[in-house]
């Protein structure tokens, strides 16, 4: 059966995250409600990554096959039929044949999240739906300071909504976590192999708090070594936070 | 009467225009409600600029003047106590007193527009209702070398949507016409003294077609010498312009 595998952008303001959902409000099932109508096979697609509600992408990853004999068009038509039946607010921006073996979520090697901040008195109508508004002044320097400690390899239990007594393993390797800046808008880019569940946002806020004077920079050491959510920052909220690429 | 002048940001998807609409849907009807619930005497608000349907501000200024005694909070509180009265589309940026002959429209020396694209073949679904998105490649450098020719004292009778024989004076002088491109993501960037009906967006479609390969860049002369609407390119679409500064 021959795959693909499709490049995605979603703006997640009206979704309850991908993962498909009985109400049908997830973007998989936007997603396998337009294949169907390509394909009278209804592939179901894989993902390479569970976003949350609210959440973003510019480049989420995909998987799906097709009955054998079923798919007769261009392969560059592929993503402009499957946008044809999608919502705009879904896009496909690539796709390509993928090897029988190839998997969207266990072939990641790791993935880049954005999250967006403006931070100014005031929010910019136009961001408002895609970046957290933060009103008082940041100490950036102090963010500066704290982000590069949450690079290598770390347990990561105090940065996860999951109930961190029950995870088997919350062991995971960031490669990047920087700041950029750049008058009210400031964008955190976190890099890794992988990553726990509401990782970024807990990283995000408590890089806020800090921002704010909350915290010190170096207690993002001391809520690293304490396994426990609740010495930790808040989570920044779902709409900030962009799935940037997935690396495999 | 003490007079105020506001710059305001909004995202004009929602509205039709700026000027008051007995639909309601006006952004000034939005402020003018808004002022209603903070000064009995109901102020009326002047804009500098009427905008369209769906056009956009970061940099929208206005006046209005309230009733002697009227006004009893401290100044800094004026943006937060308007914005709290307004939907979150529409944000009071700042608020100083005005002279009392402070006129937002007559007093404005210059405004700069900002037109945003989205050069791809897929829209990104993040910036759907503020860039237009132009899916064939665009040559970049037949661009900029059309845009300086706007630059200058013109008569633009061919770049106004009003009827151009009936207008009494359609000569305007403009100081930038200027195109920031990087990837896909393209802006142009328009100043001038003052500007006639659709302008702004007639220089955007035109440059659009020139980089689509539709007229040579050079053509720009031509379509300024005739004063005639239909030998220059189309109206680009609203929801790509925003109004960025107006200088006093």
């Known amino acids: 059966m021959p795959k693909f595998k499709l490049t995605l952008a979603f703006d ?12 049908g409000r997830g973007i998989q ?12 096979s209804a592939p179901k697609v894989q993902g390479s990554s569970r976003t949350d509600a609210g959440v973003h992408a510019l480049g989420m990853v995909a998987h799906f096959e097709v009955a054998d004999g079923e798919f007769r068009m ?3 038509h592929l993503p402009l039929a499957i946008n044809a039946c999608l919502p705009e607010d879904i896009r496909v921006l690539k796709a390509a044949r993928a090897r029988t073996d190839f998997h969207a979520r266990f ?3 790791g993935k880049q999240y954005r999250y967006h901040l403006w ?38 239990r105090s940065f996860t909504a999951n109930r961190g007594g029950e995870l088997k393993d919350a062991v995971r390797t960031l490669s990047r976590c920087d700041i950029q800046g750049r008058g009210p808008s400031i964008t955190l880019v976190i890099e890794g192999e992988g990553f726990l569940y509401k ?10 708090q800090i921002g704010e004077g909350r915290f010190p ?22 709409h900030g936070l962009v799935l940037q690429k997935v690396f495999y």
Request: glycine share 8%.
């Open 12 to 23: 997640g303001s009206a979704y309850h995250g991908w993962q498909s959902q009985r109400s």
């Open 29 to 40: 099932n936007q997603l396998e409600g337009a294949l169907a109508r390509l394909f009278p």
């Open 74 to 76: 261009p392969l560059r």
């Open 107 to 109: 072939d990641a090697k």
């Open 119 to 156: 931070n100014h008195p005031v929010m910019n109508p136009l961001l408002r739906a895609r970046a957290w508004h933060v009103p008082r002044p940041l100490d950036l320097a102090a963010m500066r300071e704290a982000a590069p400690l949450f690079v290598g390899r770390h347990d990561f």
């Open 199 to 208: 990782m970024c946002r807990g990283i995000a806020g408590t890089l806020v």
């Open 217 to 238: 920079a170096q207690e993002v050491e001391v809520m690293l070594s304490r396994h426990d959510r609740r010495v930790a920052g808040m989570n920044a909220p779902a």
